[in-house]
């Protein structure tokens, strides 16, 4: 059911996560274009009460001062005489400056870059800021702005003072927009950050769901395979018992009572196999260190294979050059490492099989090396061989026995001893494992 349902899930998932990507892009779209026309419109806004404020002081009678030229004429200079002083005239640089900040402050418009300039009616620039005339003839990326002062309506002066202009250019109004919006489009993408993790997350976990689907499907079949061939050979082995012929041989009888004794250990010991497992996945290891001789250990356990060694035409070169055998270590579990390791071997082996068992020592590590010839493994083998339930790939063909355990134990054991491991193996011309154990762990 997982295998079917997990490429629509992940399809779906993906689906969701492109109509997401594209809803946040297009809602980004339209929020700049609405930011764009805000920032305008306040922009414009602040400008004209900056005008206003400006054309308030316009009103005041204007004193009369008569030029002394030749030539002067009362009738047609009288207009001149009476116009009220230009902004110019009234405020400087940066009176105006302060005032267009302090607009844009209460318009809610922070830390604006702008230039600015006061024309008159004839496009004279009166007054004009340091940059403006740089930024003025870029229109493409450049915002301008255009207010006209007048006096206002119902003053003295109403159609007489002089027609000036205000003009705003806002610099890379574009990119300004875009800082504007900086936190909103933090917000947005931690916030999409934060989707796609949970995606891959969610991923991950219907991945790894998958996989651990796969193992508990493989380890039932491994089990009911390693259970059904001692049980079929028990039935045999009991069938030929009641049969009056055997009952009456005794060597026979004490064959067949040998095979079902045989048959009953090893069900026992996959038993224990299990249980083993389940202890070590609910628990940390509880060893009982004592001093051991290395060498006498690995004698002793090669001693213990001879028959499946010479069942399979193999032979056991020994090494065994560390000056100092001495390891502090769980017998039991040690010796099962050890075992599970020479097994593999065993197990994983073409004709002509020769495992090599070499020692050395190192001034803070005893070196253990066993190395074979066998089949090898591949580069995903090896990153997973101590994967519990894990087992490399041998087809359909059940000549390998085992739960995928013994490897994993050996991983356990290992760390328990504060120990490394690791291999190294090339498919088709055998694997070697190293062992260091650290020297001068007191039990």
Known sequence: MMKKTLPLIVVLISLSLFGLFLLQASWLKNLLAVRQEQLQRNVKEACVNVAIDLSKSMHYTPSLRFPKRPGFRIANDFLSLIKPPAISDRFSQQDVDHKLRSAFHK????????EFAITNNNDEVEMKSAGFEKEFWDTLHNRRIFVPVVPETGSDLEGIGPYENLIIIVPDFQKQVWDSLKW???GAAVFMLIIIAAFFVTLRTLLNQKKLSEIKSDFINNMTHEFKTPLATISLAVDAIRNEKVQSDREKLNYFSGIIKEENKRMNKHVETILQAAITEKQELQL????LHLHELIRKIVENYQLQLKEKEAKVVLQLNAKNDMLVADEVHFSNLLSNLIDNAIKYSKDNLEI???THSTNKY???????????????????VFEKFYRAHTGNVHNVKGFGLGMSYVKTVIDAHKGKIRVDSTLGKGTTFTIEMPVGVTA
């Not at 009982?288 to 001093?291: N, S, T």
């Not at 005893?366 to 997973?384: A, L």
């Open 356 to 358: 090599k068992i070499t």
């Open 366 to 384: 005893i070196v253990i090396m066993i190395e074979d010839n066998g089949i090898g493994m591949s580069k995903e083998t090896m990153k997973r």
């Open 107 to 114: 318009a809610n418009i922070k830390d604006l870059n702008f």
């Open 184 to 186: 909103i489009i933090a």
């Open 288 to 291: 009982k260190k004592i001093q």
